[in-house]
């Protein structure tokens, strides 16, 4: 969603109009998730998908129509009739779209809430009154909330099914008022992924340059100077050159954070398993043979970590690919914080 955003901001601030097309249904083999999205401006340019090139021109259609009237649209596309020339989806699925105009007071929200880094879910009015379809809440999951107004009565039970919505970790459509048959579209969102990884040593180099590729921030923290150096991780969003203690009380670790620990060190990692096994972190993996992670839970365990904690941690960290070299187990690594990552709810 950021990256579109990023694309919107540059179009609104050349004063075009853009309309935003979000997937909001999705049934059997859809090509694109709940949540996908695909910007239109005014002269028909785009940016994203809803479907990966099967109905776009149809929504693009649509969007240039709300361009023109303000209204939002509902869409929804099923089976492509070959013979027919119909529009639809050639793998057999189904989708609904919701295409609403989007201004720069919503772009602003929107940044806003990004950069708090924290779980939340943005609901949309997507059936109901005219006057108040497209009207949007971004709720968290401390029940607080930003957007547009709504009546009091209404805004609780939307925002119960918000917050039961962040629970889940689902994006659905729900209706919230039978007798005004609204309903909403609750899209949950979790912050960008981000990978701390702990000791800056051989595989660490690799490692991170494979997470920044797939899109996750990236933190080395490793208090030896030798290994925590600019040269060896340069642009990543943090360096730390600091005891993992120390370290963690700079990081804010929410749900879509992965921590792995790769230096072999108990002074190093055993510290800094303590606190990842003490955060919502989504992934926790330690590099090291059964052996070695084998004496490594023991001394948790002297140390009052819970038994039932400890099965958190991935170890010997990784997919088993057979690989030996840094860039391999590098691979090995990122491609189980993927698998997990991917396992973990909507992320927008």
């Known amino acids: 969603m950021r990256t579109l955003l990023d694309q919107i901001e540059v179009w609104l601030s050349d004063d075009k109009s853009v309309a935003l097309a979000t997937v909001i249904k999705t049934w059997g083999s859809s090509p694109r998730p709940v949540g996908a999205g695909m910007a239109v401006t005014g002269e028909g340019q785009i940016a994203g998908s809803v479907s990966g090139g099967c109905v776009e021109g149809a929504v693009i259609d649509a969007s240039l129509e709300v361009i023109k009237t303000g209204k939002p649209i509902r869409l929804h596309f099923g089976v492509a009739d070959s013979d027919a020339w119909e529009v639809g989806l050639a793998c057999g699925g189904e989708i609904e779209v919701f295409v609403r105009v989007f201004t720069k007071t919503q772009l602003k929200l929107w940044m806003e809430v990004l950069n708090l880094e924290q779980v939340f879910c943005s609901t949309l009015l997507i059936n109901g009154p005219d006057k108040s379809l497209g009207k949007e809440l971004i709720v968290f999951d401390d029940g607080k909330y930003l957007g547009d107004e709504l009546p009091a009565m209404k805004q609780q039970p939307i925002i119960l099914a918000a917050k039961e919505a962040i629970s889940s970790g689902k994006s659905s459509c729900r209706i919230v008022d039978e007798d005004q048959l609204e309903e909403f579209f609750f899209h949950v969102f979790l912050p960008m992924p981000r990978l701390i990884v702990v000791g800056g040593v051989h595989v660490a180099v690799p490692l991170v340059k494979l997470a920044d590729m797939i899109g996750f921030e990236v933190i080395v923290i490793d208090p030896r100077r030798l290994f925590g150096t600019d040269e060896r991780f340069p642009g ?58 084998q004496k490594r839970l023991e001394r948790l365990l002297a140390n009052g970590v819970e038994r039932e904690r400890l099965e958190l941690i991935h170890a010997p960290v990784g997919l088993d690919l057979g690989g030996r070299s840094p860039e391999e187990i590098a691979l090995s690594i990122m491609a189980d914080v993927v698998k997990e990552w991917n396992s973990v709810g909507d992320k927008g």
């Open 236 to 293: 990543i969003k943090q360096l730390l050159r600091a005891w993992p203690a120390e370290a963690f009380k700079k990081i804010h670790i929410n749900p879509s954070t992965a921590i792995v620990m790769l230096t072999h060190d108990p002074k190093i990692d055993d510290p800094a398993i303590k606190v990842a096994l003490s955060s919502p972190a989504f992934y926790i993996g330690a590099l090291g043979s059964k052996k070695t992670h």
